[in-house]
């Protein structure tokens, strides 16, 4: 009979190498997919406890928010953050691999929630909003909303000077009178075809899938400060129906500061009449936990029935269905159109009068006036280059301003001037996607 001992000895052996490098292993791999590893060789390779990913993010956070924002003195994107935590998150959780999505959406606010902080942590935006009338486009991001709602004020009636007269509006005095929001983008161009906005005076707000934070901050100050109505548009199925819900009521993520009474314009069980109909998408969830939430949403019990097992989207209508059927509800809420105050309306008239009056004016003296010979300075370039030497905030043309006679003060508050009039709320863009949460 053939001895076994020598060949089990040997595998043995061999196992118990594998078993005492296999951390070693990970660690070299670790270090060769992020070379920055190896400075935490050391406390990884004798680790004994295994960390979990919060954990470590609950350790770190604090450090991590502080280098992201210079100690609190400027603003921080999530990401910014979530690059500072990342390393020393993976060196002490056996390098399971951070998802940004979980540290940005979950981690980060559920750690400044639970310790109540004011951290001025800044998400992208992920949809956008636009106001009927001025063409102004503004991302649904943290600090495009913030000075949207800091800019925000009431009519303002421009006098007439060597140009006409006007009314700067910015927010929904004399702008508009209800919010719609729709839980998708890209029906902008079909929007403008038919001059929704405009025509209702809408603030028309749009995001790619679930509201974010900032478009509810949107939502509950302006809808709630101002008595005005908000009519959501959304696919008919689950998450059509938590968006619904979500605009209206507290979150993990948002606490409304108002009472918000959403209007459905749907899509309901009474729209989806002979439009294509999808199965409904997979999920973990219990049957019972569904219709609860369905429930909570302002599903009704038939439509519940039908949400279980099938979906519908808003894509399956028509241009001129959707559009029908939009018109359709907003006109049953007895929607009308924008007007001020009479104090604003008779305001508004004299300045228009006045500028009519001014136009004529100054047509007259266009006809008489002689232009005069205008001499370059030789040296304008280097006054120019000097001015910006001792004024690095301020632009070429401006240091032509100073040459001119204007004092610095002057060129600054004429840029702010038209900073305000340009509704330019812009702040940041999302390159990748992956902009505010939900």
Request: charged share 35%.
């Given at each position: 009979m053939t001895d076994e001992r020598p060949?089990?000895?040997?595998?043995?052996?061999?196992?118990?190498?594998?078993?005492?490098?296999?951390?070693?292993?990970?660690?070299?791999?670790?270090?060769?997919?992020?070379p920055g590893m190896i400075r935490y060789r050391a406390s990884r390779m004798t680790k004994v406890a295994r960390v979990t990913q919060k954990d470590a993010a609950w350790e770190v956070m604090e450090a991590a928010y502080m280098a992201a924002s210079a100690n609190?003195?400027?603003?921080?994107?999530?990401?910014q953050v979530f690059y500072q935590a990342r390393p020393k998150i993976m060196a002490m959780t056996d390098?399971?691999?951070?998802?940004?999505?979980?540290?940005?959406q979950t981690l980060l606010p559920d750690y400044i929630e639970e310790y109540d902080l004011d951290w001025n942590v800044i998400y992208d935006a992920r949809g956008h909003f636009e106001e009927p009338h001025t063409n102004r486009r503004i991302g649904c991001g943290t600090l495009e909303v913030r000075n949207y709602l800091y800019a925000m004020k009431e009519p303002e009636i421009v006098a007439p000077e060597f140009s006409a007269a006007a009314v700067d509006i910015i927010g929904p005095a004399g702008g508009f009178g209800a919010i719609l929001y729709i839980e998708k983008e890209g029906f902008d161009a079909l929007f403008k075809a038919v001059d929704l906005a405009n025509r209702y005076d809408l603030l028309i707000v749009s995001n790619k899938g679930l509201s974010v934070v900032a478009a509810r901050k949107l939502i509950d100050e302006i809808c709630g400060d101002n008595d005005l109505p908000l009519f959501v548009l959304h696919d008919f199925d689950f998450d059509g129906f938590k968006i619904f819900g979500t605009l209206q009521r507290d979150t993990r993520r948002?606490?409304?500061?108002?009472?918000?009474?959403?209007?459905?314009?749907?899509?309901?069980?009474?729209?989806?009449?002979?439009?294509?109909?999808?199965?409904a998408a997979a999920t973990?969830?219990?049957?019972?936990?569904?219709r609860a939430q369905l429930s909570n949403n302002s599903a009704t019990a038939a439509e519940t029935d039908v949400l279980l097992s099938e979906r519908v989207e808003?894509?399956?209508?028509?241009?001129?269905?959707?559009?029908?059927?939009?018109?359709?509800?907003?006109?049953?809420?007895?929607l009308t159109k924008v007007v001020p105050d009479d104090a604003v309306l008779k305001d508004t008239y004299r300045a228009f009068h006045r500028s009519r009056q001014l136009e004529e004016k100054f047509k007259q003296i266009e006809s008489e006036f002689k232009e005069t010979k205008i001499k370059v300075p030789n040296d304008l370039r280097d006054q120019v280059c000097t001015?910006?030497?001792?004024?690095?905030?301020?632009?070429?043309?401006?240091?032509?301003?100073?040459?001119?006679?204007?004092?610095?003060?002057?060129?600054?508050a004429k840029k702010q001037e038209a900073k305000e009039k340009s509704g330019n709320f812009t702040d940041s863009a999302d390159p990748d996607g992956s902009g505010d949460a939900p």
């Open positions: 060949r089990n000895i040997a595998n043995d052996m061999l196992d118990a190498i594998e078993t005492a490098t296999k951390k070693w292993t990970r660690q070299k791999k670790s270090e060769e997919r992020h609190d003195t400027l603003p921080a994107k999530a990401r390098d399971r691999a951070l998802d940004d999505n979980y540290f940005t948002y606490r409304f500061e108002n009472t918000i009474e959403a209007i459905d314009l749907g899509l309901r069980l009474d729209d989806i009449t002979g439009l294509q109909r999808e199965p973990k969830m219990s049957l019972q936990k569904r808003l894509n399956a209508l028509t241009s001129d269905a959707l559009v029908a059927m939009i018109e359709r509800k907003l006109n049953a809420h007895g001015i910006l030497t001792k004024q690095t905030k301020i632009r070429w043309d401006d240091a032509i301003q100073v040459v001119l006679g204007a004092t610095l003060a002057d060129v600054q």
